[in-house]
């Protein structure tokens, strides 16, 4: 499906050419499943919820989360807690294949990183699995609406000084793809943390090391492989 956001199309292999690139962290840059289920199994048995509620809200801000499982007042003693889980729990973090690769071969002002998680957890998690954090990192701490609001693509797009119509966003979860496409940029989605077939996305790819990029003069042209 073409959306043809004032970016350059050519859908045969699938190509953009655009001006930034941003990439969801969890599911998309590394593989974080195993810790997240430990730690959010750990802490549903504490507060008394069923952890099956989870398995539909990957790539969802901690706080949206428990709004939907506890009452308000229990809200900020979970959230603390889970986040002290989540930065104390790092075994089994690791790159996801064509991370690091891609990452290197773009220009530092010309991608971000915009995750759902805090900042602190998401460059423990990065230095964990050895991956470089880029200059530009959008986290929870800097928005106020998390995904699937548009809010954090319109921000990591806007510290680029760019656009989000002449970006593209690399996404494994439903909700990161909706705001994605709601901030006006064209999405490819990871398969794995979601089947292919549940991702709405301008293109599904297996994982990173499928694309290929290609600098131009001021624009980068992504071709999935």
Do not use: Y
Request: hydrophobic share 40%.
């Amino acid at each position: 499906m073409s959306k043809g956001r004032g970016i350059s199309i050519s859908d045969s292999p699938f190509t953009r050419t655009v001006e930034g690139v941003l990439f969801d962290m969890d599911g998309t840059l590394i593989d974080s499943t195993p810790a997240v289920i430990r730690c959010w199994i750990r802490l549903a048995e504490e507060e008394g919820f069923d952890p099956r509620f989870l398995e539909n809200n990957h790539g969802t801000p901690a706080a949206q989360i428990l709004e939907q499982v506890l009452p308000p007042e229990r809200i900020p003693a979970a959230l603390a807690r889970i986040i002290e889980l989540e930065e104390t729990d790092l075994e089994g973090v690791v790159a996801l294949p064509g991370a690091q690769e891609l990452l290197d071969s773009l220009p530092a002002d010309k991608h971000a990183i915009v995750t759902s998680c805090t900042r602190n957890l998401a460059l423990r998690r990065l230095k964990q699995a050895g991956l470089r954090a880029p200059e530009t990192i959008v986290t929870f701490d800097d928005v106020t609406l998390g995904k699937p609001h548009p809010e954090p693509f319109e921000l990591g797009a806007s510290l680029l000084g760019l656009d989000p119509r002449n970006c593209i966003v690399f996404e494994d979860a439903p909700a990161g793809l909706a705001a994605g496409a709601a901030a006006g940029c064209t999405t490819i989605a990871i398969a794995g943390t979601h089947p292919g077939e549940h991702l709405e996305a301008d293109a599904v790819i297996g994982d990173l090391s499928q694309v290929a990029v290609t600098l131009n003069d001021g624009s980068i042209t992504l071709t999935v492989q």
